[in-house]
């Protein structure tokens, strides 16, 4: 298997391996994720009732209140966060709350990566670096 | 974006962890909007300051950071009168988290005033041209607008790192190209004084994050052009509006006409005002005050509350310092019963949320209070305010009128 790697934009910088969890939709951490289990519990939400602890979260970009900025804070003293982000394009309130959390965020990926991720892949997002590499698909074996 | 070799040694941890994230969130914001570096900054004003807004998270974030602000900075309105929490029925508990936040502001070297009108406070005074980093939406409308300084719509985090580097990400309203008026608003009847918030309303729902260029008849005063202000910036997002032979910017660029054209007239801000006969219920609190009130507006609530006495709960909002400066106006509002009340504001004051109906004199709290404190808002001038507060009564003097 050819390893994936995509490039991408710094946004927070770090280094964080885990499972993918996508999320078509936005996300506002004020209103939609409980800061104390990270589970979303936005209705009506691609991800209600699933927890973005741990996860390598991918999400078009964020959305609501720049309080959400705090709230990812909370998230990851809580040890809820997820462990890493990729966005298609960051907004402002992600982009302070992921470096404030040191949760390491990639954006603007050179391909798609709803094309290229599916959920249970694990994935390392290098935020330093500013790209993303597909280590093991899920249910399949590392090479 | 382009560093210099300090700002990349800062950013690499050489300056430590606090200036190391705050120089993080500024490089990414800027090459989220294109900044071709970072520039210094005059002053810093940091929005997230009351419990209500941020919480425990925004506390704990704030108490990690070490160091000092490296220029003059001060806060946004808090959840309560730091001094006299007690008198609005704040909670022991909310008054113990927020004096815990302020401290932590405190021990960064950020000026503990909190007020939503740093223009109006010696010393912290910012000019045409002038670079800034302020975060609370009213002032920094003002700002823009009104001195023809120049800031961002900074959060919180982003306006406390400005403040603790001195510097800011060079982008958005920091550039001439993205001054300049995108729609052309007409107004064609006279205004005077809460007509200025009523419109601003009005004007911000249609405006929405544009920039506007206003054509006026009259020739408002400055606490006109900060209840426009601060209405647009409600209703809507402006951070930025033109007046047309009045404000700096429209006086010295001499801008193109937009080619979009709109034209409010008084029908539109007599709606706003029709919300006293719409409302299902009787105003229970009146409040007076934002943004805070100047020295005019003090001397203005102290000539209508002389020998008067309030029947309903008042407040009246301004900054400290202000209150300070003039002692007799406050003496004289206090005489009333309404009380005048430093560092908050009711819209980010949990003590609003205990009252269903309040009535305002701004086109900002008239827009928040519904959302922000689960009341019902009504719409009038300081007079009607003052006159539903006092029920039209007057005190008696000596035993008769």
């Known amino acids: 298997m050819v390893p994936i790697k995509l490039k991408g934009r710094t946004i927070s910088r770090g280094c964080a391996e885990g499972e993918v969890l996508l999320s078509r939709d936005p996300i506002s951490f004020l209103g939609s994720v409980d800061p104390k289990t990270g589970i979303v519990v936005e209705e009506k939400h691609s991800l209600a009732g699933k927890s973005i602890k741990g996860k390598v979260l991918v999400f078009p970009h964020g959305k609501g209140s720049t309080v959400g900025s705090y709230v990812m804070y909370q998230l990851k003293k809580n040890e809820a966060g997820p462990i890493a982000i990729i966005n298609l394009e960051t907004e402002p309130i992600v982009a302070v709350g992921a470096i404030i959390s040191e949760i390491p965020l990639v954006d603007m990926l050179e391909k798609n990566p709803y094309e290229y991720l599916n959920d249970g892949d694990i994935v390392l997002v290098n935020g330093s670096e500013g790209y993303i590499e597909l280590i093991k698909p899920k249910g399949g074996k590392t090479e | ?401």
């Open chain 2, 1 to 401: 974006m382009y560093l210099t070799k300090e700002e990349e040694q800062i950013l690499n941890g050489e300056a430590g962890e606090t200036l190391r994230k705050a120089i993080e969130i500024l490089v990414a914001l800027g090459d989220i909007y294109g900044a071709d570096g970072l520039i210094p900054i005059k002053s810093a004003q940091i929005a997230g300051v009351s419990y209500k807004t941020i919480g425990d998270a925004g506390l704990e974030w704030i108490s990690d950071l070490e160091g000092q602000v490296k220029v003059p900075s001060i806060l946004n309105p808090a959840g309560m009168d730091l001094e006299d929490w007690e008198r609005l029925r704040i909670s022991p508990e909310f008054a113990e988290k927020q004096k815990a936040i302020i401290q932590a502001y405190k021990k960064l070297g950020i000026s503990c005033e909190c007020t939503c009108t740093p223009y109006n406070l010696e010393g912290f005074s910012a000019g045409y041209g002038d670079h800034l980093a302020w975060s609370e939406s009213s002032a920094i409308s003002y700002a823009n607008s009104v001195i023809g300084a120049r800031t961002n719509r900074e959060g919180g985090p982003s306006a406390l790192s400005a403040a603790l580097l001195g510097k800011t990400a060079n982008y958005g309203l920091h550039l001439d190209e993205n001054r300049v008026p995108e729609v052309s608003i007409s107004v064609e009847c006279s205004l005077k004084e809460s007509d200025y918030g009523a419109l601003g309303y009005v004007a911000g729902k249609i405006i929405g994050s544009r920039i506007p260029i206003f054509h006026l008849k009259d020739t408002p005063e400055k606490d006109e052009l900060k209840a426009l202000g601060a209405a647009m910036a409600a209703s809507g997002a402006v951070a930025l509006y033109h007046v047309e032979g009045v404000s700096p910017e429209a006086c010295r660029m001499g801008f193109e006409e937009p080619e979009e054209k709109i034209i409010i007239e008084r029908s539109q801000l007599d709606e706003v005002y029709e919300s006293r006969e719409r409302a299902g219920k009787e105003p229970e609190l009146i409040t007076i005050g934002c943004p805070h009130c100047s020295a005019a507006e003090l001397k203005k609530a102290a000539e209508l509350l002389k020998g008067k006495t309030v029947s309903k709960e008042t407040w009246i909002f301004t900054s400290r310092e202000l209150a300070k400066r003039y002692p007799d106006h406050i003496r004289t509002i206090e005489e009333s019963g309404a009380k005048v009340v430093c560092d908050t504001c009711m819209v980010v004051s949990p003590a609003t949320n205990r009252y269903s109906c309040v009535m305002v004199n701004s086109g900002k709290a008239f827009a928040y209070v519904p959302g922000m404190c689960g009341a019902e808002s009504v719409y009038g001038n300081m007079e009607a305010c003052i006159e539903e507060a006092t029920g039209g009564k007057r005190k008696k003097v000596g035993g008769s009128y």
